[in-house]
């Protein structure tokens, strides 16, 4: 869920790990413990919608007065993406030395 226009141009040695249609530069890594993200991995459902009805100004700013609309076409993605992020989570806690 991209509702923002901040962009960045990766360095050469980045490998893009994860993308969307608004964002190319969602998720990469540079080496086994360098890794940028672009994105909310924690977001679930109702937060989601919660930020949508209390950042409405701002999303419409960023992406036009449709903004929230298309928004709203990309919610499926939270659960269709679920387990990839507790994966990448449990691969960050990891690197990081955490318990689980």
């Keep these: 869920m991209h509702w923002h226009g901040d962009r960045i141009i990766l360095p050469d040695k ?3 790990l994860a993308s969307s ?11 086994d413990f360098s890794y940028g993200i ?3 991995v ?5 937060v989601f919608l919660k930020w949508i009805k209390e950042d ?3 999303i419409n700013i960023a992406l036009g007065h449709e903004g929230s609309n298309h ?3 990309q919610i499926k993605y939270i659960d269709e993406s679920l ?16 318990k689980k």
């Design 14 to 16: 980045a490998e893009l």
């Design 21 to 31: 249609e608004d964002c190319l530069e969602q998720l990469f890594h540079i080496n």
């Design 38 to 40: 672009q994105f909310h």
């Design 42 to 46: 924690e977001v679930e459902e109702n």
């Design 56 to 58: 409405k100004e701002f």
């Design 71 to 73: 928004l709203l076409k």
């Design 83 to 98: 387990r990839s992020r507790i994966l990448f989570l449990n691969k960050l806690f990891d690197l990081l030395g955490f």
